[in-house]
């Protein structure tokens, strides 16, 4: 049997060692708390959201997004773990102080993919999200 040594224990370093640990010894090294909750190995899955970050992100990172949309669930799949996976979306919310900043990005999301955009209000966010408090612009998307 192998023995591998995996440094960084965010949610690649982690899902390596996952992965890895049914066929090899694998030791995984990290500066910090592998149990702290707020630990990026725990929570850097939370979202993939390529269409919102092709605002700010070149093309090759916006196909990789894109791209990990259709793999992050088959590479589930073969861990044969009970896991929380869902693809209903991203939702994006501004504070009434920045509703400027939101419709710019909105716009510039809408030029690029017109059709993967749409505006909700207030009453739409908290059926989707009922723990959202209420005091976001009144025009979020």
Do not use: Y
Request: aromatic fraction near 4%.
């Amino acid at each position: 049997m192998v023995t591998i040594a995996i440094v960084g224990a965010g949610l690649i370093g982690r899902f390596l060692a996952l992965s890895l640990s049914q066929s090899h010894q694998v030791t995984l090294f990290e500066k910090g708390n592998l149990a702290d909750a707020c630990a990026t190995g725990r929570i850097a899955a939370a979202m993939v959201a390529p269409t919102a970050e092709s605002v700010v992100a070149s093309a090759s990172i916006v196909e990789m997004g894109h791209q990990s949309l259709t793999l992050w669930p088959q590479m589930l799949n073969a861990l044969d773990l009970e896991t929380r996976f869902q693809q209903t979306g991203t939702l994006i919310l501004a504070h009434r102080q920045d509703v400027n900043d939101l419709r710019h990005f909105t716009q510039r999301v809408r030029c690029r993919h017109a059709q993967d955009i749409q505006t909700l209000h207030n009453e739409q966010i908290q059926e989707i999200e009922p723990e959202i408090p209420q005091t976001l612009a009144p025009h979020c998307s």
